[in-house]
């Protein structure tokens, strides 16, 4: 199973503390995690193997956009910062809309990303 993990900066270390809870599971499931590239390099400091894309106002939410739309990427862990304005918005919607049209689970925040996780 790929599930895709992306963190605004305001909320990449609840990102990482999300992944450090997860971990079990993560092991256990054998779950592939992809990310966006800033997202993905605190996943890997903090000891978690990631495969980076771009990071996300150059293109990395476009490319696992893509990953969704093809059918390989099984789930979308995205903790938004409501709090803070981000120029690659339309990347992001696009991103959030190819979960709808794909039927992928997603989620926003860490909340919603636990139940996600113990769905599986």
Excluded: W
Excluded at 40 to 56: D, H, I, M, R
Excluded at 62 to 83: T, W, Y
Aim: net charge neutral; glycine share 6%; aromatic share 4%.
């Amino acid at each position: 199973m790929e599930i895709a993990i992306i963190a605004h900066d305001g909320m990449k270390a609840e990102m990482v503390q999300f992944l450090n809870e997860q971990k079990s599971v993560l092991l256990q499931k054998n779950i592939e995690l992809i990310s966006t590239g800033t997202t993905g390099a605190k996943a890997e400091k903090a000891g978690f193997k990631v495969t980076k894309f771009l990071s996300g106002p150059y293109g990395g939410d476009a490319q696992i956009a893509s990953r969704v739309a093809e059918g390989k990427c099984n789930m979308v862990l995205f903790f938004r910062d409501p709090h803070e304005k981000h120029p690659h918005e339309p990347d992001i919607t696009m991103l959030l809309r190819l979960c709808d049209v794909h039927n992928v689970p997603l989620a926003t925040n860490p909340a919603t990303a636990e139940l996600l996780m113990k769905a599986i």
